[in-house]
């Protein structure tokens, strides 16, 4: 891509909104010819499966955009050079930071505390139930379950938080064999990490954190502990291999800046508190498939393997769940610790080559071991770069130019809004910022992203609110939120009805009067708004799948269409090898990743009997396909990450998964809708 180097006013003011920075116009110094070449890793073998598609049917956006070759792109560095004495940047204002900081750590002992009390509650609800059928005292009802669980979950977070640094230590030696990283090993490898580290502690009066080694391959680095003087910064082996001295020098500020702004204690607490359901979860299912191994008797290997399925599978749930309060912190301490890094080292440029081989490193650890490793999902929340964006962009960035990939990440309008489910910004976003701060000190720029033309103004005037709300409802983002924007689009239905039932109470007809003020109308209404919302999006969510309109386009294609959202559902049909975990780990669709030609797609599968239908016996099974190569067919979903929503994987021996994404999506949205009307019903009476 090519640009001028000026930043839009437009863009500029959300640099200075999430960062505090507020960059000068300069332009990009001429190119540095020292680089560094990556090559690609060869691509899998395609299976020859009649059923494949050519190609040629990709959409026109993605089709006009011309990319070099996968098989003669090569990545390579410019290397472009650094600022020994920086200038200082807008000073930070942290204190809505360490608000959110506060409100998502209390959001996440209520959520904690919500999800231990239904799981006690239920607990007991059910012995109640096995002991009326069995009349046995084993099953009898547990007192204790019947208490407020609010004190305990207090002590738990207090002991958690106290001892967080040394539980995370102990918890990395037995999964991960962590050590100690002595200072002469870290010179060896850095002497600019060793004066960073040594320079900044003192001069934040801070004593100099605790190092650690992780004897990895995958280059990563995270920060953890209670208060500064107990911190410690883990870095792995394949960090310290694959990064020169300065990127290592940037990803120690990084982490630096985590721990002077206190950031890093809760996401440390929570760390903890998610690795309970997940490591119930990974132990559930490993031990499982062991001890299954060791029975004969078929029927108890099945209650053994539908017990530790069902376990394991709500224990992921959890897991799942219990991230949600700390996504927001999550994504928001990443733009200030990189800013930091950059000011600390005067050195954006070597910190967008360091997050870029992360990504990399990441996606090619995925490939090598042919899985999403229990490390890289468990931490997630902790690592410099999210693993489900290093997993496709780090794949691509072998196989196209980073500034060509990234473009969605830094053009599409309405991109903020699909990474709340993420852990961390977009990456082209936050190497879009580094690139702004390298022309901030008028530093020749690693990368040249192209600068999007600033967006039209809004119309001012009476009607401008008006008529942003009417654009607004014909906007893609409506349609993409439709089943959430029906929640509150509800209420109108809610009011109306309210005005109804006042009518009728200043008439002589009394038997609707009842409707004014009802809360039961009011609670009954948004499951029914959810459903309407659904129903209104699903024929856009699931075209029709045809042979003739499916697509094999290549994940650079993909990553390259700037205006794509979710709701722009592309049938497609890639073939390559099947990545994840193997059995009860997977039964759920946890971990499926094809290897395609150009890169890693992400895949979302769904059983046809529903979720929970995953944990009952089927003929075939998606992580049955493991390692195979096979040819999966569903509709394309382009939003802050790449996947697939799954209709069938087919492998070459003709074994053939099914996936129910429509059909459920239909289920939920009619569920959502009586369930609305029995609440109303139930009011009424």
Request: proline share 7%.
């Amino acid at each position: 891509l090519e640009g001028d180097g000026l930043r839009p006013a437009a863009l500029r003011s959300i640099a200075d909104k999430k960062t505090g920075f507020l960059p000068l116009e300069a332009t990009a110094a001429p190119g540095n010819p020292k680089s560094r070449q990556i090559s690609p890793p060869p691509p899998p073998q395609k299976p020859q499966n009649p059923t494949e598609t050519s190609g040629e049917n990709s959409s026109d956006s993605a089709a006009n955009i011309k990319l070099p070759s996968a098989e003669t792109y090569q990545l390579t560095w410019r290397e472009a050079g650094r600022t020994k004495n920086p200038r200082p940047l807008k000073p930070l204002k942290l204190l809505n930071f360490r608000l959110g900081a506060v409100a998502s750590t209390i959001a996440l002992f209520f959520l904690a505390r919500f999800v231990l009390q239904f799981l006690l509650t239920n607990t007991n609800s059910l012995l109640v139930q096995f002991y009326i059928f069995t009349r046995l005292p084993i099953f009898a009802p547990i007192q204790l379950f019947y208490r407020d669980p609010t004190f305990l979950v207090q002590i738990v977070f207090g002991l958690l938080l106290a001892s967080s640094p040394w539980l995370t230590d102990a918890l990395l030696k037995l999964f991960c064999g962590i050590e100690t990283l002595r200072g002469s090993v870290l010179s060896k490898h850095s002497k600019e990490a060793s004066r960073v580290l040594r320079s900044f502690c003192t001069k934040q009066n801070m004593p100099t954190p605790v190092l650690k080694l992780l004897p990895i391959d995958v280059p990563v680095a995270f920060s953890y502990g209670c208060l500064p003087r107990f911190a410690r910064i883990a870095v792995s082996k394949g960090l310290l291999e694959k990064l020169t001295d300065d990127e290592i020098a940037t990803i120690f500020a990084r982490e630096l800046g985590h721990i002077s702004r206190w950031d890093f204690a809760p996401m440390s607490l929570a760390l903890l508190v998610i690795q309970i359901p997940y490591l119930i979860y990974w132990q559930t299912a490993y031990w499982s498939e062991r001890l299954c191994d060791l029975m004969t008797i078929e029927f108890l290997r099945f209650a053994v393997k539908f017990l530790a399925a069902a376990i394991s599978a709500a224990s992921y749930g959890i897991y799942k769940l219990l991230r949600w309060p700390m996504l927001w912190l999550s994504r928001r301490r990443v733009y200030f610790s990189d800013r930091t890094a950059a000011e600390i080292t005067g050195n954006p440029n070597g910190l967008t080559r360091a997050l870029g081989k992360m990504a990399i490193g990441i996606a090619a650890n995925i490939e090598q071991q042919k899985q999403t490793s229990f490390f890289l999902e468990g931490f997630d929340l902790l690592l410099p770069v999210g693993v489900a964006q290093a997993a496709t962009v780090g794949s691509a960035a072998l196989r196209a130019p980073l500034e060509q990939i990234l473009l969605w990440d830094i053009t599409n309008p309405d991109r903020h809004w699909l990474t709340v489910n993420s852990t961390h910004p977009l990456l082209g976003e936050r190497l879009n910022l580094l690139h702004l701060y390298a022309q901030f000190w008028q530093l020749e720029t690693e990368l040249d992203f192209a600068n999007p033309g600033a967006p039209n103004p809004p119309a001012k005037g009476k009607l401008s609110l008006f008529k942003s709300i009417l654009e607004f409802k014909d906007s893609k983002l409506f349609l993409q939120g439709a089943p959430f924007f029906g929640i509150p689009m509800s209420l109108a239905m809610v009011a109306l009805l309210w005005l109804i039932g006042w009518i009728f109470s200043q008439t002589s007809i009394w038997r609707l009067d009842w409707l004014l003020g009802d809360r039961s109308i009011f609670w009954g209404c948004l499951p029914i708004g959810f459903s309407i919302g659904t129903l209104m999006r699903i024929n856009y969510f699931f075209p029709d799948i045809t042979p003739r309109e499916t697509a094999s386009p290549s994940l650079p294609e993909i990553l390259s269409n700037p205006d794509v959202l979710p709701v722009d559902a592309q049938p497609v049909q890639l073939s390559g090898q099947l990545l994840g975990r193997t059995g009860i780990e997977n039964w759920l669709g946890q971990d499926l990743i094809l290897q395609t030609a150009t890169g890693l797609v992400k895949l979302h599968y769904v059983s046809r009997f529903g979720p929970c239908g995953s944990l009952l016996p089927q003929p075939t099974r998606p992580s049955d396909a493991i390692g195979k190569s096979v040819v999966a067919t569903g509709w394309l979903r382009r939003g802050a990450t790449v996947a697939i929503d799954l209709e069938t994987i087919r492998t070459q021996g003709g074994r053939v998964s099914d996936s129910g994404h429509p059909i459920w999506s239909a289920i939920l949205a009619f569920a959502a809708a009586f369930w609305g009307a029995y609440i109303i019903i139930q009011g009424g009476k």
